[in-house]
């Protein structure tokens, strides 16, 4: 059983920047890809971002891409989420989701933290 904490979280300006990060336990971390992903109110969750468990391969939303960067220190057993250049839309909870197969879809996930908000202001 893997237990997911993410931290970071806030209020930043437009063109703001965060850095969240999601400490994992309870299991082989390594072994565990690692994925962001976000709910607006009245909207459905989405993917954000994952990476596999060595950490050598990465995937974006399009939303994203070029402004977010996922990481992750296997000796840490904490996956990051940089985020630059952060937009009202980018307003959210932010998940972090941890499984044992590469995927975008959140039904593959099967450990969830419990988010941690993003708040933009224009």
């Known amino acids: 059983q893997v237990q997911l904490v993410e931290s970071g979280g806030g209020l930043v300006q437009a063109g703001g920047s965060l850095r969240l990060s999601c400490a994992a336990s309870?299991?082989?971390?390594?072994?565990?890809?690692m994925a962001w992903f976000r709910q607006a109110p009245g909207k459905e969750r989405e993917f954000v971002a994952v990476?596999?468990?060595?950490?050598?391969?990465?995937s974006y939303a399009n939303s994203v891409r070029g402004r977010f960067t996922i990481s992750r220190d296997n000796a840490k057993n904490t996956v990051y989420l940089q985020m630059n250049s952060l937009q009202p839309e980018d307003t959210a909870v932010y998940y972090c989701?941890?499984?044992?197969?590469?995927?975008?879809?959140?039904?593959?996930?099967?450990?969830w933290g419990q988010g941690t908000q993003v708040t933009v202001s224009s």
């Open positions: 309870g299991g082989t971390f390594s072994v565990y890809t």
């Open positions: 989701a941890a499984d044992r197969t590469y995927g975008s879809s959140a039904r593959n996930y099967d450990y």
């Open positions: 990476i596999t468990g060595s950490g050598r391969t990465t």
